[in-house]
């Protein structure tokens, strides 16, 4: 199973929005992030970038 980082604008350990994301939600400007607990975290934006192999995730703040 690959579990995500989530950032906000660039990797940074200052920009982590939530960790061990199992899944990801997008509906409009709203996406959803579901950690492997099943704890959702929602942000408005928009999805940058989701290498899955590494684990990282990006999206903008809007």
Not at 37 to 47: A, P
């Amino acid at each position: 199973m690959c579990l995500s980082t989530v950032y906000r604008d660039s990797k940074s350990d200052d920009n982590v929005c939530a960790k061990f994301v199992a899944k990801i939600d997008v509906k409009g400007d709203t996406l959803t992030f579901t950690d492997v607990l099943g704890e959702e975290t929602q942000v408005q934006g928009k999805l940058l970038s989701a290498d899955l192999t590494a684990g990282v995730v990006i999206f903008s703040a809007a």
